[in-house]
């Protein structure tokens, strides 16, 4: 027995048929819109941030205690802006290192590796990179980073800090040749000269060596 027969023309009219296709095309040219304005605004919700002016210049302090002059310096092939703080008096083995403003810890760990540097073994063989470091994102695109610490930071990422507040201590990890504290301040993604409660560092560059003493008043509150 033969089955249905079909006499091979649709079974709804065609105008019908094409009613339905347009739709399906207005349908998936909404879509598409969709889509696109969806990407737009993912995009910049992405970019605006980043060109968003940076706000004032904190009130930065230098990462050292209260009351103690150390020595600023840069020298050729160190790079532009960077900050290599030696205290004046007793070793730097150690020294508690703290934060220059209050903010939020967005790095605590390591910077390329470590060596093997350390108070017993000071002629260790270096390391590559930053070692231990900390880097502290201060609102309004400002941030500061601590590098060459001698063990673990003393916050982790997330963490509120207050300016004055340990974050860790002076050690030679990382691509260091002797116990110190590098430092950047950064607006943005760029390094500028750092300024220690509201007076510029003077170094901007590393055509020569430049070295300068400034007294910490990263002292608590009253």
């Not at 350390?118 to 063989?125: A, L, R, S």
Request: proline share 9%; hydrophobic share 30%; charged share 20%.
């Amino acid at each position: 027995m033969l089955g249905p027969v079909t006499t091979g023309h649709p079974t709804s009219p065609r105008p019908h048929r094409r009613g339905r296709s347009r739709r399906t095309r207005a349908v998936l040219v909404a879509v598409a819109v969709a889509v696109v304005l969806a990407v737009a605004v993912a995009v910049a919700v992405l970019v605006v941030p980043l060109v968003r002016p940076a706000g004032p210049r904190p009130l930065f302090q230098l990462p050292v205690a209260c009351g103690e002059t150390w020595q600023l310096g840069t020298y050729p092939g160190h790079d532009d802006y960077d900050v290599d703080l030696f205290p004046t008096e007793g070793r730097a083995w150690g020294r508690p290192v703290l934060a220059s403003y209050a903010g939020e810890v967005t790095v605590a760990g390591i910077n390329g590796s470590l060596g093997g540097r350390t108070p017993e073994d000071p002629d260790g063989p270096r390391g590559r990179g930053g070692g231990y470091w900390v880097k502290i994102d201060h609102g309004g695109r400002w941030e500061t980073q601590y590098l060459h610490l001698l063990e673990p930071p003393l916050v982790r990422v997330g963490q509120r800090v207050a300016q004055g507040e340990q974050i860790g201590r002076v050690g030679s990890t990382g691509n260091s040749g002797a116990p110190h504290l590098h430092y950047e301040q950064r607006r943005g993604w760029e390094k500028v000269e750092s300024y220690f409660d509201g007076a510029p560092s003077g170094i901007t560059h590393d055509d020569t060596e430049y070295t300068v003493r400034r007294e910490s008043n990263n002292c608590p509150p009253g």
